[in-house]
């Protein structure tokens, strides 16, 4: 989740060193000569408070039996919220792509373990951290020992929204593959690497059959739409200021009318909408475009950037917070104007708790361990 790119020779302004966002520590291994985008953390923030804006909304829906019969007011605030949501995840993959391809390549294989291995000590201690959770709470389906040894192949993710990281290391391994390749260097254990994991699937499956052991399915790996969304992200990131006109404010237009389509399809179509749908690709784009190489004024560039920096333990703790917060406060007979001040209070509560908690925990030295 980074912000920098090389070719410009301007200094980079040097984030907190006690920050480990995987994205924005890669950026600044590029190298001392480079131009800090800004607008790509305003947007990689914005993807922070979307993804919660999102899974807030789910809450509500999910309530109702995502039904309006379930509670009409209830049921349209989550499902605007959930929709508004959407862009997020396309633009995270979109990030992701310009770090790899543009704004930091990687050099050699070892800064690309050292980075994978900042992504993966995270997400094991908070798959522990949810596990116990669940324990504690009674809601496991099995031993906590059985579950723990699933979610290594993926099988099991004991919080939903940790699928995006059994995806996202995968996307960045392909990605280094082809930028290390390009660049004339011969990357063979991470080509072998990326064989194992194509291979991984299948094998996993023939074993079971073979054997009749019960063999967990492995679940790392990548959809086309998420490497297509890092390797477009990464051409339109990479593109200069005034690319796509002065009047960036136009661009709001289609993607409003974006969001008005998910909404209708989430209703009319299909609860939750893929995102590989066009209409999130379209939503997506259009929130892209609306925010490329946006100014940021001076005097809130190190807040943006520090905020930017702490999104990536935000995003690992904020479905612990959402859950206490919606366990408490979402009811199926709130009128529409109190189900919508509802969500917007839930997403704002758990916002601030989850980036002061990692904001905290940055200060006390735990970044490393907790993202």
């Not at 310009?98 to 094991?124: Q, S």
């Not at 690319?243 to 209703?267: C, D, E, N, T």
Request: glycine share 10%.
């Amino acid at each position: 989740m980074s912000s920098t790119v090389s070719p410009a020779g301007t200094p980079a302004s040097s984030p907190s060193p006690a920050t480990t966002d995987p994205q924005a520590e890669q950026a600044r291994e590029s190298g001392p000569r480079s131009e800090h985008r800004y607008d790509i953390d305003l947007i990689r923030l914005l993807c922070s408070v979307g993804v919660i804006l999102c899974h807030t909304g789910s809450a509500f829906v999910n309530a109702v039996g995502r039904k309006p019969s379930g509670g009409s007011g209830t049921y349209w605030a989550g499902l605007v919220a959930d929709s508004a949501g959407r862009f997020a995840v396309p633009l995270f993959f979109a990030i992701a792509g310009w770090v790899v391809l543009v704004g930091a390549p990687p050099k050699d294989g070892a800064r690309l373990r050292r980075r994978i291995v900042r992504i993966v000590l995270p997400l094991a201690m908070w798959t522990a951290v949810y596990l116990g959770w669940g324990r504690l709470r009674g809601t496991n389906d099995d031993p906590v020992g059985d579950l723990a040894l699933d979610s290594l192949f993926a099988s099991v993710r004991p919080a939903y929204h940790l699928w995006y990281l059994y995806a996202y290391i995968p996307v960045i391994m392909l990605l280094a593959f082809t930028a290390m390749v390009r660049s004339g260097k011969r990357p063979w254990g991470l080509g072998v690497a990326l064989l194992a994991l194509a291979a991984a699937p299948s094998l996993f499956g023939d074993l079971s059959a073979v054997t009749g052991w019960d063999v967990p399915r492995f679940g790392w790996g990548f959809g086309p739409y998420q490497l297509i969304y890092a390797v477009l992200g990464a051409l339109l990131f990479a593109l200069p200021a005034g690319a796509f006109g002065k009047r960036r404010l136009l661009w709001a237009l289609p993607s409003a009318a974006a969001l008005v389509a998910v909404i209708a399809y989430q209703h009319e179509v299909h609860y939750a909408i893929p995102y590989a749908s066009v209409l999130v690709a379209l939503f997506s784009v259009g929130v892209l475009l609306t925010l490329h190489r946006l100014r940021v004024p001076e005097g809130l560039r190190p807040l943006l950037t520090r905020l930017a920096d702490a999104s990536f333990g935000a995003y690992m703790v904020h479905v612990l917070i959402l859950g206490a917060l919606t366990q408490l406060l979402v009811s199926v007979d709130l009128t529409l104007p109190a189900a919508a001040a509802m969500v917007l209070a839930v997403t704002a509560a758990t916002t601030v708790l989850s980036f002061g908690a990692a904001l905290l925990w940055g200060r006390l030295g735990m970044s490393r361990m907790l993202g």
